[in-house]
């Protein structure tokens, strides 16, 4: 099992690009979250989905921040536009359902807005 | 909201000391307590977790211990080597995962 893959691992873009982040969670799991990670802050959850449904995006921090998941196999993160503010790393995490207590975590993105 | 407070945010150790973080939650519905480990420039990876129905866990030379009356669980690393060396996360699940801030460990050849 290769884990749960994550594209870009690195991303650098100007201030006002939009950015997209990917997501492939490990086959079989049901459910994924998105998590953002920066020195001020810590790891902070953003939205997470279950069978493909967005449950809870309380962690969002505004509107410039979407997330979706067309199928099992994949889901994006899109910032539009980008802030300087939202440099950070980005993780991605499944687990098989979001009773089960484990999840797994990608290997991050990490994103400079410059 | 929910939240997990963690303590202390950094502890720098002699090696083959021991080493502890504890940590502190609010929601009472927490039944699920893992831990994980975040190498530099890696991915949290967990290292041991423990449920709400038991009281202590050990794995060589790590354990946990969760006092669910006073809200408290805490990390116990014994005969620490410089490989500990990490920023730890505690953790506490009710309807979410939430993370503590993190503490990072640095420990002293």
């Known amino acids: 099992d290769a884990g749960v893959i994550q594209s870009p691992r690195h991303e650098v873009t100007e201030m006002g690009q939009e950015v997209t982040l990917r997501c492939k969670p490990i086959s079989g799991h049901n459910s994924l979250f998105w998590y953002r990670q920066t020195m001020m802050r810590g790891l902070e959850l953003l939205i997470y989905?279950?069978?493909?449904?967005?449950?809870?995006d309380s962690g969002m921090p505004e509107d410039r921040f979407s997330a979706k998941m067309p199928n099992a196999s994949f889901s994006t993160l899109k910032i539009q536009p980008s802030e300087p503010r939202d440099s950070a790393v980005y993780f991605c995490a499944s687990s098989p359902t979001t009773s089960s207590r484990e999840q797994y975590f990608g290997p991050g993105t990490r994103l400079t807005v410059t | 909201g929910e939240n997990v407070e963690q303590h202390p945010s950094t502890l720098s150790v002699q090696e083959g000391d021991s080493a502890v973080i504890k940590c502190t939650y609010s929601?009472?519905?927490?039944?699920?307590f893992p831990w994980y480990k975040q190498e530099l420039g890696k991915r949290p990876q967990l290292i041991i977790d423990?449920?709400?129905?038991?009281g202590e866990k050990k794995d060589q030379r790590i354990a946990v211990t969760l006092n669910k009356t006073a809200k408290h669980f805490s990390l116990h690393i014994t005969e620490t080597q410089p490989e500990d060396s990490a920023v730890y996360f505690c953790?506490?699940?009710?309807?979410?995962?939430?993370f503590g801030t993190g503490t990072r460990l640095q420990v002293f050849p």
């Open positions: 423990i449920r709400s129905n038991v």
């Open positions: 953790a506490a699940k009710g309807d979410k995962l939430i």
């Open positions: 989905f279950n069978n493909n449904v967005p449950i809870d």
């Open positions: 929601d009472s519905a927490s039944n699920y």
